[in-house]
């Protein structure tokens, strides 16, 4: 914490008392004179290739009432058409889709119909011995059940599938799931998506719709993702968090988080280890 400081006095700054939210985890530090941008920038700079990870931000409202996440590579570690594919032998093809999407280089709503297209005839007990693949990410229990107990709402929004975001959102105890949904005949994949497919616009207008519904200003909502299809939410809310992300998603949004687990989404609000809850 002692390079940060020196980076921050350093870019014309002052510098307070370090105050550990978790001993030799997070900690936060009163910063003046510069603005966030400035002090991210400094600090950045001075710690480039060390594994830590550095948000600037005001101290007023920091504590967020409204929690949007994405659920694959962000809630689980899975892309969980990946895993489906996988299974049926069609894996390296459906993955250098989905890659390639998720960076920004396919248009997301045609990339998604074509990986659901290569699946057809696909059989739905895959879908449930997919389940078994799922991994939750480090710190999504704490983050979800922190939250909710201190009176936040907390929604999973997906361009993946509802059938994987009904039973994440059940295990992890998220209020809302919102997702798009494969179409089914006879018990298998008929190759389709139903309309509208939920992507990028769709991701923002459902935090939009649910800060509404909710009662609560956009400033107090908390947005996290990985992917392109992500950017229009995470720069929406009051604070939007680009978590282990795709290059073009790191670089634009205002927070990132490249090292730590999901916790740390708790310590940008301010709370301490002993606040956490599972």
């Known amino acids: 914490m002692r390079t940060a400081a020196q980076a921050i006095i350093g870019a014309g700054g002052k510098a307070g008392d370090a105050d550990w939210l978790a001993k030799s985890i997070a900690c936060d530090l009163p910063l003046g004179g510069i603005t966030p941008k400035q002090a991210t920038e400094a600090v950045r700079a001075r710690l480039k290739g060390r594994p830590v990870d550095f948000v600037a931000q005001e101290t007023t409202g920091r504590r967020k009432q409204l929690l949007v996440a994405d659920m694959e590579s962000t809630i689980i570690e899975n892309e969980m058409l990946d895993e489906l594919a996988a299974a049926c032998g069609i894996g390296e093809a459906i993955a250098d889709i989905t890659a390639r999407a998720m960076a920004g280089e396919l248009d997301f709503e045609g990339a998604i119909r074509a990986r659901v297209g290569m699946l057809q005839g696909l059989g739905t007990e895959a879908l449930e011995s997919?389940?078994?693949?799922i991994r939750m990410t480090p710190g999504a229990k704490a983050l979800i059940a922190t939250m909710r107990a201190h009176g936040?709402?907390?929604?999973l929004v997906s361009g993946g599938f509802q059938f994987y975001t009904e039973w994440v959102r059940q295990r992890l105890g998220f209020d809302y799931d919102q997702?798009?949904?494969?179409?089914?005949?006879?018990?298998t994949l008929t190759g389709n998506v139903h309309e509208p497919i939920l992507g990028r616009d769709a991701k923002r207008e459902a935090l939009l719709r649910l800060a509404d519904e909710q009662d609560i200003a956009i400033e107090a909502a908390l947005t996290v993702g990985d992917g392109a299809n992500d950017l229009a939410m995470l720069e929406a809310a009051g604070m939007g968090v680009a978590y282990h992300a795709k290059p073009v998603v790191a670089e634009s949004a205002r927070a990132r988080i490249d090292h730590g687990d999901l916790t740390a989404l708790l310590y940008l609000q301010g709370y301490r280890q002993s606040d956490f809850r599972d």
């Open 179 to 187: 997702s798009n949904r494969l179409e089914i005949a006879n018990g």
């Open 130 to 133: 997919s389940l078994k693949a």
């Open 152 to 155: 936040a709402y907390c929604a």
